[in-house]
T-cell receptor, first 112, second 111 residues
Framework: DGGITQSPKYLFRKEGQNVTLSCEQN?????MYWYRQDPGQGLRLIYY???????QKGDIAEGYSVSREKKESFPLTVTSAQKNPTAFYLC???????????FGEGSRLTVL | DAKTTQPNSMESNEEEPVHLPCNHS???????IHWYRQLPSQGPEYVIH???SNVNNRMASLAIAEDRKSSTLILHRATLRDAAVHYC????????????FGQGTELSVKP
């Protein structure tokens, strides 16, 4: 079945460590996105990519990095520069500019 | 960026219709209005979208005001699965189609 897969679902890390969250899609979508969600809040856009080897910063890109070496993959690295990394991270993909996003199940990162 | 305004929360009884309002007075003429819903601890799910005309699908109906400054998501018969946060989002066409989520409306459905 086609879909979007995030891993791991839960992740615990010590403060100061970099963490990479995986996002893979087999929907042949050009666009991919990373959002962050804090408890009781809406989603905030971190990074998005409309094509391989290209990506743009969203509203809260500081302390995060991404790569888009393959169409189906858009990993997110949460670096030690991110001041408050504990959050629920959601990856999504879409046909470019269609507005219909398909979301993964999310990765819940807790920094101890 | 276009901004939206939604009530923080609403309540409904199961099997009754629900009208979820959204104000988006600053959207441009090419911005579609999208609605998503998010169940607890899950990623958002696409519900419906439209530009100028009213739209229907198996999940809901979308009524867009003639001046496009507001829209209403209509759930014809609320179910317990509709108990979620519902987001109204303009698709910013001139910014590559990225979606900016606001706070949404948390809908409670009473059995």
């Amino acid at each position: 079945d086609g879909g979007i897969t995030q891993s791991p679902k839960y992740l615990f890390r010590k403060e100061g460590q970099n963490v990479t969250l995986s996002c893979e899609q087999n929907l042949n979508h050009d666009a991919m996105y990373w959002y962050r969600q804090d408890p009781g809040q809406g989603l905030r856009l971190i990074y998005y990519s409309q094509i391989v080897n290209d990506f743009q910063k969203g509203d809260i890109a500081e302390g995060y990095s991404v790569s888009r070496e393959k169409k189906e993959s858009f990993p997110l690295t949460v670096t030690s520069a991110q001041k408050n990394p504990t959050a629920f991270y959601l990856c999504a993909s879409s046909i470019l500019a269609s507005g219909e996003l398909f979301f993964g199940e999310g990765s819940r990162l807790t920094v101890l | 960026d276009a901004k939206t305004t939604q009530p923080n929360s609403m309540e409904s009884n199961e099997e009754e219709p629900v009208h979820l309002p959204c104000n988006h007075s600053t959207i441009s003429g090419t911005d579609y209005i999208h609605w998503y819903r998010q169940l607890p601890s899950q990623g958002p799910e696409y519900v419906i979208h439209g530009l100028t005309s009213n739209v229907n699908n198996r999940m809901a109906s979308l009524a867009i005001a003639e001046d496009r400054k507001s829209s209403t998501l209509i759930l014809h018969r609320a179910t317990l699965r509709d108990a979620a946060v519902h987001y109204c989002i303009p698709l910013l066409y001139n910014q590559g189609g990225k979606l900016i989520f606001g706070q949404g409306t948390e809908l409670s459905v009473k059995p």
